[in-house]
Each structure stands twice: as C-alpha cells, then as structure tokens.
C-alpha cells in the first residue's frame, strides 16, 4: 500500500483505531509520534522520522497530534512532546521522550530484530498493509 515507507498522519480517532489495529494483526513493529503542531522539538525531528520511514518500509511510523486527538494523549499518559512509543502485536515495547535521534534510531534497530517465533516459522505469510 501506499503507505509504507511513510509517516502516517491519524487526524481521527478511527484513523487511529485502524492503525493501531492493523499494528495489532501483525509482527511489525509500529512506532507513534506523540507531537504538537506548536512544539518546536517536534518539528526538527519529523524530517527525521520522515527519513526513517523511508529507509525502514518494514516499520509502521504513526503520528498523533495530542492537540487534535486529546482523548489518545490522555489514553497513552503523553505529557512530553516528542513521545514515541514503539508497540508490537499491540504491546508497549519501549518508550522515547525528547529529540534523540541516537536514541530513537537505537530502540527502533533494537525491536525491530525482536520478532516472535510463531510468525517467524508460519508457513503463511501474513500482510499488513
């Protein structure tokens, strides 16, 4: 799908419901931006992110404006901005808070090595997009 290799933009909670739902049914790993149009951190780092995006097709990058979708900031106890939560298969793997690219590049290269075995040895393939 279009959508891969690109930072995905959830302006409604049903947006945000389907993806974080696609991120359920699958072994992908799905990185949220927690950002804020007024919060300069959060603009110097989404190029980077953006770029991530493009280099790592095989990770889901969502983003969540908690002005916009105040009842999901609420529901994920975001009180920084940047926040990104890293999730697989709808559980919380880990959690960055701040512009720290070495940090954020780090914990994305570390999940997205972790994979569960019974994915790993399914003889179907399953598709997330």
Known sequence: ?????????????????????KGNNCNKLMVIDFTASWCGPCRIIAPFLAEL????????????????????????????????????????????????????QNTIAKHMNTTSSASTTSASTTYCF
């Open 53 to 104: 995006a493009k280099k790592l097709p095989n990770v889901i990058f969502v983003k969540v404006d908690v002005d916009e979708l105040k009842t999901i900031a609420n529901d994920w106890a975001i009180e920084a901005m940047p926040t990104f939560m890293f999730l697989r298969e709808g559980k919380i793997l880990d959690k960055v808070v701040g512009v720290r690219k070495d940090e954020l």
């Open 1 to 21: 799908m279009a959508e891969e290799g690109h930072v995905i933009s959830c302006h409604t909670v049903e947006a945000w419901n389907e993806q974080l739902q």
